[in-house]
């Protein structure tokens, strides 16, 4: 049996902006990972068996075309990896990324799938390759993704990312303690990024000005990252939640945990990823990570946890 796994991630700043072309910060969650294990199954017919166990879903690969997400990444890993495959496989995945959450659930399970495949045919793919197959599948997520998800997922490492400007990974100057909650509230990220665009449709300045206002506290929160500048770094992701307020996709229930978490002595907190359900962020000291933790769970989230980021 072959495996191959890949990580979470947290937008920290920049959603939203990073797809009119301003750069935005992420970081693979790597506590959080999506499972593929493939193995040979017992069958004369060349079928492959796809089991996706959180997703509640399996089915042989012929029964979808490439609008399937699964199977649009496990074709294009076919094709990168071998030019017939002849056996009879089972594809599992498993995974313990929440879905619809701003985690990057979607993009983890392609890299993982991709992944797999080529190690099981004992390819070697480069993670600029792989990023650039589950942009692919991305797309069927939704239309116009800006491909910071599948970029960190891929390289696993922290990420500033602009679209075809400039994508740079980099080293972080201090470890980053983080606690993050769900809030009750699932969102389609298709969704929440078409209703932005409709915005931006019918204000155009007002969400450029927003969007670039964005840019500028990525810049600084990059400087800030790089040196371990971690106080000025929770400023800056308040000022981006403000801007992600301004843009209409927070909503009260994640306002409510971004307020508890910094009353109880978060640096900064925000939401993450698309917005409009999901989980927030909050960066800590690692002695108040507990009771951020504590008062997110009494605030009303559905699932929360600390997790570290490494230098
Ligand atoms: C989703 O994780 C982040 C968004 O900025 C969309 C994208 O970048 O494709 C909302």
């Known amino acids: 049996m072959i495996e191959a796994s890949a990580p979470g991630k947290a937008i920290l700043l920049g959603e939203h902006a990073v797809v009119y072309d301003q750069p935005a910060l992420a970081v693979p969650l790597p506590d959080l990972r999506t499972l593929v294990s493939i193995q040979q199954l017992a069958s004369d017919r060349a079928s492959i068996y796809i089991e996706a166990i959180d997703l509640d879903q399996s089915f ?3 029964e979808r075309d490439d609008r399937d997400p699964l199977a649009c990444a496990t074709r294009l890993a076919l094709t990168a990896a071998t030019s017939s495959h002849p056996q009879s496989l089972q594809i599992q995945i498993r995974s313990s990324i929440p879905i619809a959450a701003g985690l990057g659930s979607g993009a983890a399970t392609s ?4 992944r797999a495949i080529a190690a ?10 792989i990023s650039d197959m589950a942009f692919q599948v991305e797309k069927l997520h939704h ?37 993050l909650g769900h809030c009750g509230v699932t969102s389609q990220t298709g969704d929440v990024v078409a209703g932005v665009r409709k915005r931006w449709q019918a204000e155009p300045m007002t969400y450029d000005a927003l969007f670039k206002e964005v840019g500028d506290l990525v810049d600084q929160a990059y400087r800030a990252l790089i040196e371990g ?15 992600l307020q301004s843009m209409a996709v927070s909503q009260p229930e994640l306002d409510a945990l971004v307020e508890s978490a910094r009353d109880a002595g978060a640096l900064g907190a925000k939401l993450t990823g698309a917005g409009a359900g999901g989980f927030m962020i909050a960066l800590v000291e690692p002695s108040s990570a507990g009771t951020v ?19």
Do not use: R
């Open 60 to 62: 042989w690969l012929h």
């Open 111 to 114: 890299v993982a799938i991709i």
């Open 120 to 129: 099981y045919f004992d390819i070697s793919l480069a993670d600029q390759s």
């Open 143 to 179: 239309g116009t993704p800006s491909g910071i998800d599948n970029t960190v997922i891929s390289f696993e490492k922290p990420l500033y990312f602009q679209q075809e400007k400039h994508c740079q990974t980099f080293v972080l100057g201090k470890d980053l303690q983080l606690v």
């Open 229 to 243: 500048k971690l106080q000025a770094l929770g400023e800056l992701m308040n000022a981006n939640h403000s801007l």
């Open 293 to 311: 933790l504590k008062a997110l769970v009494e605030a009303g989230a559905q699932h929360a946890f600390t997790t570290k980021v490494s230098t």
